[in-house]
């Protein structure tokens, strides 16, 4: 544990929980770009945390390398006991073929700004897709599962619609509903509500405080203030490609102790 | 809330001046210039028609005739095993050209740049000379006595294969450039929410990129099928039996060179409009989701027309079509 560098505070929401995500020493560049520096996190399983920061400080970057969408150029990266993306063989870490790789993304579910649903099928059809395609569940059994996860985003009524019939907030739900249709043990969000109307930020947000209460441990990028508050166990304050600060959220952001901090939680106020 | 009263005490009074009918501007040119279009088009129909030179009979008799029919399946077999055969390579064309591999990237351009930039006349008959070239092909590994087929090239090579290998690959050339505008087309983030989902690159390619990219790729190849059903009148060059081969061998026999190329020509009509059903419904196929309410398809159409003009219940609400589908 002692890779873990984090800040003073990281964790004690949930000292005695086990890590379901260890982020250790993470790097990785974009051409000349370093775009994160030994970026290292603990996320305990079943807690929320969420990533702040400025535009450009890596957020999205660090949560598209924990399900492999980016390759890494050093460190680990180690959701439930397994190394994402690699394997061990000697002092260093070889990356796995491309089918290794999407098993373990089964097992990750992500949420994007752009929703991203498969546009040529039905609500339905796009969280059936997965199940039945690649895990090969049968499909009445999937339809009934997808029924459900509607019905729990409030979407029951809206099994047969496209997505270009539904508006942002619908499709958001729909694709969180999708993504946990692979019952994924972790669920990432990049700025889930970034482009969405205000009005409905709301019920998006309302589903994922809901799956939080139920347990899922999630890592959500996001400039909602009120519910990294509200929901978050752990805060992670990212600048330039390194953790400035991370701990509870009314320690990081009532008492920033960093002065980057505090300019960037006066920004989005 | 005033306002809205206020308006509401303006109206009233001139409620009465308000109920009047709103005539259409009145288009005297439309009428004209329909009737001179006529005019012209009847003249045309009637010189033609009337013409002694031409020997409708025989077009007629042409028409059916054992030697035309035979052309017409050989120019179907031509066009569909070339359009098959290229849509194929077109994607692994089109697939190395998208590839970050230089070395595929580059041999790709290079076949396109090659076919697309000589004529389709010039390639075929110099598919027709193969056999001067080579004497003898053979399927082994390059630069080595290795060899797992060989045969004469003369004997393996026909005016037809010849044919079909001419169209075939020139018309993979453009083709893989309309399948990788398609590929292009689709979002990239659709690739990114496939994989995190745990999808495989080849399920992902199949069941989200390629769905996708249909909706760009079925129009123009809509059109490259017609225009390969045409040139395979080319195929004449170099002596394939299809329908206009065919038509110019009867008429060099009877000198009704006219009437044979109206024969052809009708055929030719025929099979394209044939030709434009399934792309139609191809169309609507892969264009799912792409807009909220789908058009209804001809026969829906006249569904409608016939419900409308009998009184009794309204047509048919629009979203009718999406779960008709
Ligand atoms: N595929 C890529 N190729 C090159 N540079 C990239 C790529 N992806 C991200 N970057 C760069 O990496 C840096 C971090 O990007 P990232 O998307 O992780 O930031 P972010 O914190 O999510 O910002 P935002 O709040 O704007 O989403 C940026 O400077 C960006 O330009
Ligand atoms: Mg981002």
């Known amino acids: ?269 | 809330m005033t306002a809205v009263e206020a308006r509401g005490v303006a109206l009233a009074p001139e409620a009465t001046d308000d109920d009047v009918r709103a005539i259409p501007l009145r288009r005297p040119w439309r009428w004209i210039s329909a009737a001179v279009v006529l005019l012209l088009a009847a003249g045309f129909a009637y010189s033609v028609l009337t013409n002694p030179n031409i020997d409708f009979a025989a077009i007629g008799q042409f028409l059916v005739d054992p030697r035309i029919i035979d052309g017409v399946w050989l120019t179907l077999l031509i066009t569909l095993v070339a359009m098959v055969v290229s849509t194929v390579l077109a994607v692994v064309i089109a697939a190395m050209r998208l590839s970050s591999n230089p070395v595929l990237s580059s041999v790709a351009w290079f076949y396109v740049w090659a076919f697309r930039g000589t004529p389709l006349l010039v390639q075929i008959v110099l598919w027709g000379y193969l056999g001067l070239l080579y004497e003898k092909l053979s399927i082994g590994i390059p630069f080595t006595d290795i060899v797992f087929w060989q045969a004469d090239t003369n004997l393996l090579i026909t005016a037809m294969v010849a044919g079909i290998l001419a169209l075939t690959l020139n018309q993979a050339a453009y083709s893989s450039e309309i399948v990788r505008a398609g590929m292009i087309s689709v979002d990239e983030g659709q690739r990114e929410a496939a994989y995190s989902l745990g999808m495989s690159p080849l399920y992902t390619f199949r069941r989200v990129l390629l769905p996708q990219a249909m909706r760009v790729i079925i129009p123009p190849m809509g059109n490259e099928t017609i225009s390969m059903l045409k040139n395979t009148s080319l195929l004449s060059v170099i002596a394939v039996l299809e329908i206009y081969t065919q038509a110019t061998v009867i008429s060099s026999q009877n000198l009704k060179q006219v009437e044979l190329l109206i024969v052809a020509s009708i055929w030719y009509l025929l099979m394209t409009s044939i030709l434009s059903v399934p792309q139609y419904y191809l169309e609507r196929r892969f264009g799912r989701g792409s807009s909220r309410n789908l058009p209804p398809t001809p026969f829906q159409r006249l569904r409608q027309a016939f419900a409308s003009r009998r009184p009794g219940p309204a047509p048919a609400p629009e979203t009718k079509a999406v779960s008709a589908v």
């Not at chain 1, 439930?80 to 990750?108: F, N, S």
């Not at chain 1, 809901?210 to 509200?230: K, P, Q, S, W, Y």
């Not at chain 1, 304050?237 to 952001?253: L, N």
């Open chain 1, 1 to 269: 544990m002692s890779t873990i560098t984090t800040t003073r505070t990281a964790q004690d929401a949930a000292v005695d929980a086990r890590p379901l995500v260890e982020i250790r020493r993470v790097r990785k560049s974009f051409g000349a770009h370093q775009v994160l520096r030994d970026v290292s996190l603990a996320v305990p399983e079943g807690t929320v945390t969420v990533l702040l920061g400025p535009s450009g400080s890596g957020k999205s970057t660090l949560l598209r390398c924990i399900n492999h969408l980016e390759s890494i150029d050093g460190g680990r990266i180690i959701v439930d006991g397994e190394l994402i993306g690699y394997r061990q063989a000697g002092h260093d870490i070889h990356e796995m073929t491309p089918k290794q790789i999407a098993r373990q993304r089964r097992e990750i579910g992500m949420v994007f700004q752009r929703f991203n649903l498969f546009p040529h099928m039905t609500a339905l059809e796009n969280i059936v897709e997965a199940p039945v395609g690649i895990a090969g569940m049968p499909r009445a059994k999937a339809r009934a599962k997808a029924t459900e996860l509607l019905d729990r985003v409030g979407l029951a009524d809206f099994a047969g619609h496209y997505p270009a019939q539904l508006s942002g907030g619908q499709q958001q739900r729909v694709a969180i509903a999708r993504a946990l249709a692979m019952g994924p043990k972790l669920m990432l969000f990049d700025e889930p509500t970034s482009a969405l109307d205000p009005e409905l930020v709301g019920d998006v947000l309302d589903v994922m405080r809901e799956l939080a209460n139920d347990g899922m441990t999630m890592i959500v990028v996001t400039h909602e203030i009120g519910f990294a508050r509200g929901v978050a166990d752990q805060v992670v304050f990212m600048d330039g490609g390194v953790v400035v600060e991370a701990g509870r959220p009314e320690d990081v952001i009532d008492r920033p102790q960093r002065q980057r901090t505090r300019d960037f939680l006066e920004s989005v106020r």
